[in-house]
């Protein structure tokens, strides 16, 4: 199924691709957490929250895979390098007690995902110490396992976790579907550039479309298995 998108058309093998949804936790969304603590408009991200609500919803409807993401460590700190500790020079660092919980700790409130996108019963959940999905995870070996070679992406931030997951993936040879309103960052322009980085040079990293063109190409498959039938 051909989808709109830049630089050129998707070629959306829906069977073969897994929504994947990154990062898209309390501390970093809602309002009252560690990325405001931060001095950050989290309207930035919020933004986003609507049009990944439609697109799961369609997505789960047509019966695709979805898999979640969310940034944090161990309790124990004992994945958490230095240099990422101390980076930043910030008077509240990875680990210390935060409006939500220890921040960035797996299991603290603030580490996981907003009520708005919780994960469904039987939805992988991937648990990263870094800002791609695919280092020290299992995503690789779950996509692997299910016959996953397209992945259409969403989260936050755009620039960051988002764009290094999309690099990692090109790299294992996954074609890359980057959802631009389902994205969003602290800083608009950083969203704007960090979407123009994976579809220039003739997609160097993937491809870029906004999630109305991915709902409608779900709706005709929907239309092509109701005649089939």
């Known amino acids: 199924m051909l989808v709109e998108a830049k630089p050129y058309e998707y070629s959306l093998a829906f ?4 929504l994947l949804i990154i990062d898209m936790q309390r501390d970093f ?5 560690f990325g405001e603590m931060l001095g950050n408009d989290v309207s930035q991200l919020r933004r986003t929250i609507a049009p990944n609500k439609a697109l799961l919803s369609a997505w789960r409807a047509a019966g695709g895979l979805v898999i979640h993401t969310r940034e944090g460590h161990r309790s124990d700190l004992a994945d958490l390098p230095p240099a990422k500790k101390i980076r930043g020079r910030s008077a ?7 409006p939500m919980g220890r921040i960035l700790v797996r299991g603290e409130p603030g ?6 996108l919780y994960p469904a019963a039987g939805e992988p ?5 870094g800002k791609g999905a695919f280092f ?5 070996a779950i996509l692997q396992n299910r016959g996953i070679s397209q992945l259409v992406v969403t989260g936050v931030t755009t620039e960051v976790c988002v764009n290094t997951t999309v690099r990692e993936a090109n790299d294992r040879g996954y074609d890359c579907l980057v959802i631009s309103d389902c994205c969003g960052s602290y800083f608009p322009e950083f969203h704007d550039m960090g979407l123009r980085m994976i ?9 870029v479309t906004p999630s109305a063109a991915v709902i409608e190409a779900l709706a005709r498959i929907e239309m092509m298995k109701g005649a089939a039938q």
Do not use: R, S
Request: hydrophobic fraction near 40%; avoid cysteine.
């Open 111 to 116: 580490h996981d995902i907003i009520p708005e």
């Open 199 to 207: 579809a220039a040079q003739g997609g160097i990293f993937g491809w």
């Open 136 to 140: 020290a995870t299992d995503l690789h």
């Open 15 to 18: 069977p073969t691709a897994a």
């Open 29 to 33: 969304l809602e309002p009252g957490g």
């Open 125 to 129: 959940v991937i648990d990263k110490p």
């Open 92 to 98: 509240t660092l990875i680990g210390d007690p935060g």
